[in-house]
């Protein structure tokens, strides 16, 4: 899994390499609709990215919490809002990890690891990796590396795009044969990696300050993250893809001074995603801890909240669900609409088989919210319990029509239709989740087996066509593989 992500961000970005800072008078940004047109379009960008994607499903340690995606996916939204050059649409996700690493690559796919946030003091210093690798994308470094890469060596070119491909087919030859690539050709891409960084420093600081976020928190997390691991042998991954030198922090400094300061920001919502990690993922807080901070009089009362918040996550995952319930009381009481809290509350009284009042909590949240990540899903899942199996159903279709790539939406789908005996429909969902994990030959499977079972006409018909576009999907991918290959 390390060499995975570690040799998609050495691909965009040439990991590993000194830096040292130029002057801003003598950086220009490419005209972004044009940059690296040459090796690959925005559409096939897109498609590597697609497949790239499906295959980190499968291998990473992903986080599928709908509470998390739908805080990470809101805070990289309002970042992409103000990012100039965008040509797709933006996905945000976490990989359970404690190192402090963050990576992007084709297509706008943006990897968080968990270990990140928990590094991260404020929101605006988490926000500033966020706005940094939505840089990265939107100027197009990936491509543009890989631009120069052509225009010096062909050869190179078409080994690096082979490996790509290969590494999505085969991930232990095509890393392999990706790293061998790249250490050979290292060299050259230096002063090319000093100018993406410098590019991404500057765009992902005024991202940053437009979005409305402090941009002192990059000038603080990327100085303490450099002074915390000076001396150490082995910094964290993150210090290795973007190495941070003393001339280019003073220059986020200098930059810094000149801006007016922004007004305090409300923290209550990162820190109860930062203690949600810190509990549940990278398992970094003990109970002592927690309760410690629940009953400090001289901490913010945001940061009590969230210490009570994951005192009652620790409770409930070491199924003490009367004390979690008892703890989260006063939470929930006072934002009843909070996804935080509701996610937690649902989970307790699905724990305890009390369903009535689990199904009534969360249909009026879904009321006030139809369709929201964290209320749809809890709802749907608590449905499934209650034997509602009619009313999941509904919900995760609806909720699909949106969010077709939701992995536990399709999960607790096929899940729906195999408790209400309708096998076809099953087979036809796990197809889609099989597909989403780049399992070709068993999403065709599950499709097949859903055309037998299926009596219904125009449904064979349908699952006759979706037959047809996977393996339309992946006789593509093959032919670019062997296409990049010779």
């Known amino acids: 899994m390390k060499q995975l992500l570690s040799t998609i961000s050495a691909l965009g970005l040439a990991i590993g390499i000194s830096y040292s800072a130029t002057s801003l008078a003598q950086e220009r940004l490419p005209e972004i609709g044009t940059a690296g047109a040459s090796v ?55 990989i359970n990890q404690k190192d402090i690493n963050a990576f992007a690559f084709f297509g706008g796919y943006v990897g968080m690891h968990t270990g990140l946030i928990t590094e991260a003091r404020t929101e605006s210093e988490f926000a500033s990796v966020l706005a940094h690798e939505v840089a990265h994308v939107s100027q197009r470094h990936i491509v543009r590396n890989m631009e120069r890469v052509s225009n010096n060596s062909p050869t190179m070119m078409a080994a690096v795009l082979g490996s790509i491909i290969l590494s ?17 050709g290292q060299q050259m891409q230096i002063n090319y990696t000093r100018q993406f960084e410098q590019e991404a420093d500057r765009v992902g600081f005024d991202i940053l300050r437009r979005a409305g976020f402090d941009p002192q928190g990059a000038v603080d997390f990327f100085s303490r993250l450099t002074e915390k691991f000076r001396y150490m042998s082995r910094p964290p991954e993150f210090l290795l893809t973007h190495p941070y030198s003393e001339s280019r922090l003073s220059e986020m400094r200098a930059r810094t001074a000149l801006l007016p300061r922004i007004a305090p920001r409300d923290e209550s919502t990162f820190l109860l995603a930062k203690y949600r990690v810190q509990v549940r993922y990278t398992q970094t807080l003990t109970e002592s801890t927690l309760r410690q901070e629940m009953n400090d009089p001289n901490l913010a009362p945001e940061r009590v909240q969230a210490a009570r918040y994951g005192l009652a996550i620790f409770m409930l995952d070491n199924q003490r669900h009367a004390e979690a319930e ?13 996804t935080f809290y509701l996610d937690v509350q649902s989970d307790i009284l699905l724990a305890s088989q009390r369903y009535e009042e689990a199904l009534a909590l969360l249909e009026k949240a879904y009321i006030r919210q139809p369709n929201e990540q964290t209320i749809t899903i809890n709802f749907a899942n608590v449905a499934i319990e209650a034997k509602q199996y009619s009313l999941a159903i509904s919900l995760l279709r609806d909720y699909l029509q949106r969010e077709n790539d939701h992995i536990l939406a399709l999960d607790l789908l096929a899940k729906a239709y195999r408790l209400s005996g309708d096998m076809s429909a099953m087979h036809g969902v796990m197809a889609e989740s099989a597909a989403l994990y780049g399992a070709f030959d068993q999403a065709i499977e599950h499709l097949h087996k859903a055309h037998k079972q299926t009596g219904i006409e125009i449904e064979k018909r349908r699952l006759q066509a979706r037959i047809e576009q996977l393996m339309a999907q992946k006789s593509l991918l093959e032919s670019i593989s062997s296409g990049s290959r010779g």
């Open 40 to 94: 690959m379009t925005i559409e096939r960008e897109q498609i590597f990215g697609d497949m790239y994607m499906r295959q980190l499903r499968a291998m990473a340690p992903m986080v599928h919490d709908p509470v998390l995606d739908e805080y990470i996916q809101d805070i990289g939204s309002r970042i992409v809002r103000e990012a100039e050059g965008v040509k797709f649409p933006f996905t945000f996700f976490w």
């Open 168 to 184: 999505v087919i085969n991930p232990q030859l095509g890393m392999a044969a990706l790293s061998g690539t790249i250490a050979g």
């Open 326 to 338: 008892q703890i989260l009381k006063p939470l929930i009481t006072a934002q009843p609409y909070n």
